[in-house]
Nanobody, 116 residues
Framework: QVQLVESGGGLVQAGGSLRLSCKAS????????MGWYRQAPGKQRELVAR???????NYADSVKGRFTIARDNAENMAYLQMNSLKAEDTAVYYC??????????WGKGTLVTVSS
């Protein structure tokens, strides 16, 4: 079984920065993609950014140029550096691991609140 634990959320003023971390433990088979999703109150969960085991990334248009995703394959870690935060970035951020063999795993989420 795979477990994901996020950390790094909190309260920040608009224009500020936060760095989220995700630690994956357990047996990850194959070369899973790691990603970050978010869900704001009253809205559906949406993709923020994801990164393949080879380092290919893609981002939601709303965060391009402001957020950067990275991973450490040796440590099974994923990171999301968030700069120039806006009030509309306020959401619960979830770490995701997608494995071809096992499907999707989710963390419990970490709350990011951006005050304007």
């Amino acid at each position: 079984q795979v477990q994901l634990v996020e950390s790094g959320g909190g309260l920040v003023q608009a224009g500020g920065s936060l760095r989220l971390s995700c630690k994956a433990s357990g047996r990850l088979r194959g070369f899973p993609t790691m990603g970050w999703y978010r869900q704001a109150p009253g809205k559906q969960r949406e993709l923020v950014a994801r990164i393949t085991s080879g380092g290919t990334t893609n981002y939601a248009d709303s965060v391009k140029g402001r957020f950067t995703i990275a991973r450490d394959n040796a440590e099974n870690m994923a990171y999301l550096q968030m700069n120039s935060l806006k009030a509309e970035d306020t959401a619960v951020y979830y770490c995701n691991v997608h494995s071809y063999y096992d499907g999707d795993y989710w963390g419990k989420g970490t709350l990011v609140t951006v005050s304007s």
